[in-house]
Every structure is written in C-alpha cells, then in structure tokens.
C-alpha cells in the first residue's frame, strides 16, 4: 500500500522556521520527485518544491526560493521541507506528493502541478503570525 505521512506542521512566527516531513511507503524513490505542495483558504494548490531522489535535482517556485531548502534521506525513504524566513503568506495547508518520473529532473511548474500527481499524502497545517 502506497503511503505518504507528512508531519512536521505548526505555528511559527514571521521570521521563524518549520520542517516538514514526508515518509513515503509503498514504492522506491529512486523513478520519482517527492515533494510539497500548499493551499491557502480560498486559493488553487500550488507547487511548492520537489526533489528528484534519484540525482538531487531540486525545483523551487519562486516565492520560496532562498528561503526554504528540500532534502531527502534515502535511508529513511524522507523527504524533507526546512522552511526559514517564514512569511505569513507562507499560512497554507501543505501537501506531500509524488510524480513518477523515470529518474528525470523536474525543472518547471507545468511537471509539478497538483494535476498531475500519482501520489497524495494527508496535509499539515503551516501557520506563521506577523
């Protein structure tokens, strides 16, 4: 059975910082990019960030680059979201994911899109106070 178990959410003040986890179960890591997406009350899920296992390469939406950084623990079948410089726009409902990918990198938001995803797992809530 395929299962992603995300943790890791909370409440963080502006400036402050959160790490998601995402435990995947159920499939090897090695053909596929794990990664978050979020959804704000009243807005579309958007890609967050991903990381293709295989080779590292990661993929970064704009907002978020520089500030939050994906890593994998292949061991652990982990992935990981450590989120610095929170923002209170960053308050959203967190989303791991997977997309089977053959080992290639996932380098734009039309490949990591919430439409296009093999895999869900449960959200977390992220809430940062100004």
């Known amino acids: 059975e395929v299962q992603l178990q995300a943790s890791g959410g909370g409440l963080a003040q502006a400036g402050g910082s959160l790490r998601l986890s995402c435990e995947v179960s159920?499939?090897?890591?090695?053909?596929?990019?794990v990664g978050w997406f979020r959804q704000a009350p009243g807005k579309e899920r958007e890609g967050v960030s991903c990381?293709?296992?295989?080779?590292?390469?990661?993929y970064y939406t704009d907002s978020v680059k520089g500030r939050f950084t994906i890593s994998s623990d292949n061991a652990k079948n982990t992935v990981y979201l450590q989120m610095n410089s929170l923002k209170p726009e960053d308050t959203a409902v967190y989303y791991c994911?997977?997309?089977?990918?053959?080992?290639?990198?996932?380098?734009?938001?039309?490949?990591?899109?919430?439409?296009?995803?093999?895999?869900w797992g449960k959200g977390t809530q992220v809430t940062v106070s100004s």
């Open positions: 990381i293709s296992v295989s080779d590292g390469s990661t």
């Open positions: 159920g499939f090897a890591l090695d053909y596929y990019a």
């Open positions: 994911a997977s997309l089977f990918t053959r080992g290639h990198a996932v380098t734009d938001s039309r490949t990591w899109s919430p439409y296009g995803m093999d895999y």
